[in-house]
């Protein structure tokens, strides 16, 4: 009887440990956007969609969400992560700049051959900043699967972009050559009894400043 309670406590020991191992790795796999925290209005600039310590992922699929009062999505590109090892076939989801989404973003790899180990970008999304304002980035509808096509556990973190204010233009300085030019000809089309006194003022103009 002794031996059996021995036996039935070892057996519930190695499958805690199996448990607790499994959930370890599942913890330690995150998905997060990688965005610049300010642009300005008018700038295009790139997000990335980053995995890190992974084990064994085939294929993915997510959708990623923004502020379309703020942003608009331009475009969607294939990250490295999966192309390093294998053949992928890559979707670039459905962007809805009305809704402020991407819907369907998927990769996988093609073939009898393990998934990717590792962090690297999933993929990329090109955006416009349309309005001063803040978007939030947030990940949703992720999937996961590994070259058994088990699903993956992984954690996510989002991330946010502000769009401030366009920089100023700065007016270019006019050139004095060509502004001395239109004035004399602007003063030469003048009454003799004024054309003096103008051509005296565009003389000084020359020569460091204009005189009243």
């Given at each position: ?8 406590a ?5 499958a ?17 956007v990688?965005?610049?925290a ?16 992974a084990t064994?992922?085939?294929d993915?699929q997510?959708d ?8 608009q999505?331009?475009d ?16 670039p989801?459905?962007?809805?700049n ?8 998927a990769?996988?790899l ?9 962090s690297?970008t999933?993929?990329?999304?090109d955006?416009q900043?349309?309005a001063t304002?803040?978007?939030?980035l ?12 088990d699903?993956?556990d992984a ?7 502000t ?17 001395l030019a ?5 003063c ?9 006194g103008?051509?005296r ?6 020569t ?5």
């Amino acid at each position: 009887m002794k031996t059996k309670r021995i036996l039935i406590a070892s057996i519930f020991a190695a499958a805690a440990a199996l448990f607790l191992c499994g959930g370890s790795r599942a913890d330690d796999v995150t998905v997060s956007v990688d965005s610049p925290a300010v642009v300005s209005q008018g700038d295009s600039f790139a997000v990335d969609v980053d995995i890190a310590n992974a084990t064994d992922v085939y294929d993915f699929q997510l959708d990623l969400d923004f502020d379309p009062s703020v942003l608009q999505a331009t475009d969607v590109s294939e990250g490295a992560f999966l192309t390093t090892d294998g053949s992928t076939f890559f979707f670039p989801g459905f962007i809805d700049n009305s809704a402020g989404n991407i819907t369907f973003n998927a990769d996988t790899l093609i073939g009898a051959i393990s998934g990717a180990d590792g962090s690297g970008t999933l993929l990329q999304v090109d955006f416009q900043a349309l309005a001063t304002g803040t978007s939030s980035l947030d990940l949703d509808n992720l999937i996961l699967q590994d070259s058994l096509g088990d699903a993956l556990d992984a954690s996510t973190t989002n991330a946010s972009v502000t769009v401030t204010s366009s920089r100023p233009i700065p007016a270019p300085e006019p050139n004095s050559r060509a502004l001395l030019a239109i004035g004399t000809a602007a003063c030469l089309i003048l009454p003799m009894s004024v054309r003096r006194g103008c051509l005296r003022k565009l003389r000084g103009v020359s020569t460091g400043g204009l005189r009243t």
